[in-house]
């Protein structure tokens, strides 16, 4: 049975930083590419970073580059978001989720395997 666990979320400051895990289970964890989503109350879940299999290749959006990063350590089965200088508007719950294939892809529907998310609150 595939799991995807998120931790590290809580509520944070604006201007301050937190760190996300994501440990998986019951999959190849190294063989698939993985990304970190958001979604906030009343919005549509959005991407937030994506990574490939071996952490070569990276890809965020917009509103985050710049301020987070997204690692992985596949002979510990855990991916990671360091989130820095944080806004109100990074407040959502955060999900993991593996992809289909190594590669990473900015489609949602490429990412088939989900964690149960992690929220994240930041106050001004």
């Known amino acids: 049975q595939v799991q995807l666990v998120e931790s590290g979320g809580g509520l944070v400051q604006a201007g301050g930083s937190l760190r996300l895990s994501c440990v998986g289970s019951?999959?190849?964890?190294?063989?698939?590419?993985m990304g970190w989503f958001r979604q906030a109350p009343g919005k549509e879940r959005e991407l937030v970073a994506v990574?490939?299999?071996?952490?070569?290749?990276?890809y965020y959006s917009d509103s985050v580059k710049g301020r987070f990063t997204i690692s992985r350590e596949n002979a510990e089965n855990t991916m990671y978001l360091q989130m820095n200088n944080v806004t109100p508007d990074d407040t959502a719950v955060y999900y993991c989720?593996?992809?289909?294939?190594?590669?990473?892809?900015?489609?949602?529907?490429?990412?088939?395997?989900w964690g149960q998310g992690t929220q994240v609150t930041v106050s001004s």
């Open positions: 989720a593996a992809g289909r294939y190594p590669k990473w892809s900015t489609n949602q529907n490429y990412y088939d395997k």
């Open positions: 019951g999959l190849t964890f190294g063989a698939y590419a």
């Open positions: 990574i490939s299999w071996n952490g070569d290749s990276t």
